[in-house]
C-alpha cells in the first residue's frame, strides 16, 4: 500500500536533514537529489518549506544549504529534560566555599538568563539576586556567557533592539558587544563590572554540552571586594567547573531524566 503524499514528504524532509553530518556540513540540490535519490525539483520544494520554518538555510557564499537554528531550539528542549540544577549544585556548593561569594546557575529563556539556583555569600555585605530573577543579555555576565554561544540570528536578534543602559558602564553599542561576543567564545567567560548594577561585579562561564549553552554559571561580589587577583581567581574557578558540569551531562542519556 502506497504512503499518502503527506507522509511521503514528511518522510523526505527526514531525509534531508540526516543527510548532513560533520563530515558534509553543506550540500547542494544536486547532492541531496543524489542521496536521497529523489528529483532535484523535489528537493528544492522541501528545501523551501523547510529553510521557512528554520529548518535548513542557505549559505551566502555558494548557495548550498546547511542546518538551521530551529534544530538548535529542539535540541535545547532536549537537553531541558536533564536536571542540570542537580547535577551542577555540588559544583555551586564547592565554589560557593572556594570564593566566600555569591553563585548562580542561569539558563536562556526569552533572550534573557534566568537564575534557576543560588548559594548566597556567607560575608556579612554581599551580592544577592534571587532564583527566577532575569537579567540582561547585554548587560550580565550570565547573559552576556549565555549569548556568545546562541545562533547568530539570535545574538543579531537582541542586539538589532534598543539596549538599556542601567549604569554608566553598561554596553550599549551594538558593534562592541558583538567584539565581545567573539572574545567570550574565544575565551570561554565574560566579566561584567558594574554594568547592570552599580557595585557589583560577576564572571560567568558557559556549561557547554553536545555543543550547546546547556546553562552558565557565575560567582558575583561587591565590586570593591573584586580586586584583579580575585577575578583571575573567579575566572579559574567558573571555566573550571563549567566544564567539569558539562562533561558529566554529556554522560547522562537525555531520556533518563523524564523517565
Keep these: 500500500m502506497a504512503e499518502p503524499r503527506q507522509v ?70 532536549v537537553l531541558s529534560r536533564i536536571d542540570v540544577r542537580a547535577i551542577a549544585r555540588p559544583r555551586l556548593e564547592e565554589l560557593s566555599q572556594a570564593s566566600q561569594e555569591t553563585v548562580n546557575l542561569a539558563v536562556w529563556d526569552n533572550d534573557e538568563a534566568v537564575n534557576v ?17 532575569r ?5 550580565s555576565s550570565t ?61 560567568a562561564a558557559p556549561i557547554l554540552t553536545r555543543g550547546l549553552a546547556a546553562a552558565v554559571i557565575s560567582i558575583s561580589a561587591p565590586t570593591y571586594r573584586t580586586t584583579s587577583q580575585r577575578k583571575g581567581q573567579f575566572v579559574q574557578l567558573v571555566t573550571t567547573a563549567a566544564r567539569d558540569i558539562g562533561q558529566r551531562m554529556e554522560m547522562i542519556p537525555v531520556w533518563s531524566s523524564s523517565q
Design 8 to 77: 511521503m514528504s514528511a518522510r523526505r524532509a527526514l531525509d534531508v536533514l540526516c543527510a548532513f553530518s560533520a563530515e558534509k556540513p553543506e550540500l547542494s540540490v544536486t547532492e541531496l537529489s543524489k542521496r536521497l535519490g529523489v528529483h532535484k525539483s523535489t528537493v528544492s520544494r522541501l528545501l523551501s518549506t523547510m529553510e521557512g520554518a528554520g529548518f535548513v538555510r542557505k549559505t551566502p557564499h555558494n548557495g548550498h544549504y546547511m542546518l538551521g537554528p530551529r534544530l538548535l531550539e529542539m535540541a535545547s528542549l
Design 143 to 203: 547573559g552576556k556567557a549565555l549569548l556568545a554561544f546562541q545562533t547568530p540570528e539570535t545574538i543579531e536578534r537582541v542586539l538589532s533592539r534598543p539596549l538599556t543602559a542601567f549604569t554608566r558602564a553598561t554596553i550599549t553599542d551594538p558593534a562592541r558587544l558583538r567584539q565581545e561576543m567573539a572574545w567570550i567564545r574565544e575565551c570561554g567567560y565574560a566579566i561584567a563590572e558594574d554594568e547592570f548594577q552599580e557595585g557589583v561585579t560577576a564572571v
Design 135 to 139: 537579567t540582561p543579555a547585554h548587560a
Design 117 to 133: 539556583d543560588q548559594i548566597a555569600s556567607p560575608q556579612p555585605i554581599l551580592y544577592m539576586g534571587w532564583i527566577g530573577r
